[in-house]
Nanobody, 113 residues
C-alpha cells in the first residue's frame, strides 16, 4: 500500500501561479496529477515516471510543469498562467510498474476571474 499526502492548493487570481506537492510513502514507478471540476469527469493533468519521462494534457501544456524528487518520493506540479477553467480538485496519483494505482484525497485549486 502507498499513502499519498498532497499540499499546495488554494485560491489564486487569473494569471497567477501555484505549486502542488505530493509525497508518497515509498518510491513508486509513476506519479502525477489528475483533476476534477464540478460536474465534470476526472481528467489526467500530468504524469512523470521514475526516470523523468513526463506527459501533459493538451490543456495545460506550456503552463504547467511536473517534476519529481526521487530522494524525497515527492512530485511537484508548478502551475503558471492559471485560468478559471483550471479550477478543480487536484488529486495526486501514483502507479506501480504493475499498474496498481493509488490516489490522494485531493486539494482544491480555485482560480478567480
Amino acid at each position: 500500500q502507498v499513502q499519498l499526502v498532497e499540499s499546495g492548493g488554494g485560491l489564486v487570481q487569473t494569471g497567477g501561479s501555484l505549486r502542488l506537492s505530493c509525497t508518497a510513502s515509498k518510491n513508486i514507478f509513476s506519479m502525477g496529477w489528475s483533476r476534477q471540476a464540478p460536474g465534470k469527469q476526472r481528467e489526467l493533468v500530468a504524469t512523470i515516471t521514475r526516470d523523468g519521462s513526463s506527459n501533459y494534457a493538451d490543456s495545460v501544456k506550456g503552463r504547467f510543469t511536473i517534476s519529481r524528487d526521487n530522494t524525497k518520493n515527492t512530485v511537484y506540479l508548478q502551475m503558471s498562467n492559471l485560468k478559471p477553467e483550471d479550477t478543480a480538485v487536484y488529486y495526486c496519483k501514483a502507479a506501480s510498474s504493475l499498474a496498481i494505482q493509488y490516489w490522494g484525497v485531493g486539494t482544491q485549486v480555485t482560480v478567480s476571474s
